[in-house]
């Protein structure tokens, strides 16, 4: 098993937990598979299990993966992914609401 770095876009759906007038959010998440597919797709299920509606989602890759690109990773982030690994679980590490007419779009 390894953890994937996960980048998710969440369109919305009643009973979804986003807050009122939001038109979407876009979720970190550190999930465990055997491969980058396996995570992804239990990662969507476990989205549509929570009244969520994931749209798009784009892989990050591994840690080690992550680090031969040259990126930093923090300990706390280490640690979350860490945990996917140890409890074989999505860890959802940030979520981030959208306001505006369409994803991605921020209200001023």
Not at 13 to 36: F, H, I, N, Q, W
Not at 66 to 81: F, K, P, Y
Request: with cysteine; glycine share 12%; hydrophobic share 40%.
């Amino acid at each position: 098993m390894q953890v994937y770095t996960l980048v998710i876009e969440l369109g919305r759906r009643e009973g979804d937990g986003l807050p009122e007038g939001a038109t979407g959010a876009g979720l970190v998440c550190y999930a465990s598979g055997k491969d980058e597919a396996e995570a992804v797709r239990e990662t969507v299920a476990i989205l549509k299990q929570a009244e969520m509606a994931p749209l798009d989602v784009t892989g990050y890759g591994t840690l080690e993966e992550r680090l031969a690109e040259g990126q930093e990773i923090d300990d706390e982030e280490r640690a979350l992914m860490q945990r996917a690994l140890d409890e074989n679980s999505v860890i959802i590490a940030q979520m981030t609401p959208w306001f505006g007419d369409r994803p991605g779009d921020i209200a001023h």
